[in-house]
């Protein structure tokens, strides 16, 4: 159980374009989602915590017009990279924390790779 | 501020034992987690501890002192596979997970 799936797993886009990826959980329902980004050979680097049916938390420094966060359901939430730029090149990682139980284990989906070109 | 320290990296011999220590000092504690992080994947669960002292699951354990802020991963016959990072993660008094930046494990055979 607990499965978080990413979509899509990689993809290259043109500089100024808009890319859309999604985080589902499969088999729970999730009252908290968080995106992460990670850049070769750094950590996670938190970049907003969102709760369904509510406005995304960002982390400083994260621009909240450039990533767009929408969590809709409490199996699915939505990261846009709006007007993306080379920059923006990373994997960008989402994980899913379970409605039920008293446990705060976050699980991870298989994370996506943006490639801005 | 809160702070997590683990070693950059370590290396290791196969069927050796190593100890991967993580110290912290977080605004409040409700846990801490060690994940494992290989190359260009998503981190996988490792182990939770909550409470002082050894958790044990095969050939992984964690232990856990909330005294001294401190943990240990410890990985018993190590395998080519483990070769990865391990990151270290607290749940604050907000239940946000604060990570450490992780520790490169290099198994050599």
């Known amino acids: 159980g607990a499965v978080v799936s990413q979509h899509p797993s990689w993809v290259i886009c043109k500089s100024g374009t808009s890319v859309k990826i999604e985080c589902r959980s499969l088999d729970f329902q999730a009252t908290t989602m968080f995106w992460y980004r990670q850049f070769p050979k750094q950590s996670l680097m938190l970049m907003a915590t969102s709760n369904e049916g509510s406005k995304a938390t960002y982390e400083q420094g994260v621009e909240k017009d450039k990533f767009l966060i929408n969590h809709a359901s409490l199996t699915l939430s939505t990261l846009t990279v709006t007007s993306a730029h080379p920059e923006d090149s990373s994997f960008y990682i989402c994980?899913?924390?379970?409605?039920?139980?008293?446990?705060?284990?976050?699980?991870f989906g298989p994370g996506t790779r943006l490639t801005v070109t | 501020g809160q702070n997590i320290d683990q070693p950059t990296e370590m290396t290791a011999t196969e069927g050796a034992i190593v100890q991967i220590n993580c110290t912290y000092q977080t605004s409040g504690f409700n846990g801490l987690f060690w994940y494992q992080q290989h190359a260009g994947e998503a981190p996988t669960f490792l182990s939770y501890?909550?409470l002082d002292g050894l958790e044990e699951k095969g050939r992984f354990s964690s232990f856990l002192s909330r005294s001294k802020g401190y943990s240990y991963l410890l990985l018993k016959e190590l395998q080519m596979k483990d070769s990865a990072s391990y990151l270290c993660?607290?749940?604050?008094?907000?239940?946000?997970?604060?990570w450490g930046a992780g520790t490169k494990l290099i198994i050599k055979p």
């Open positions: 993660a607290v749940l604050d008094s907000n239940y946000q997970l604060i």
């Open positions: 501890n909550v």
């Open positions: 994980s899913a924390r379970s409605l039920a139980g008293d446990s705060y284990e976050q699980y």
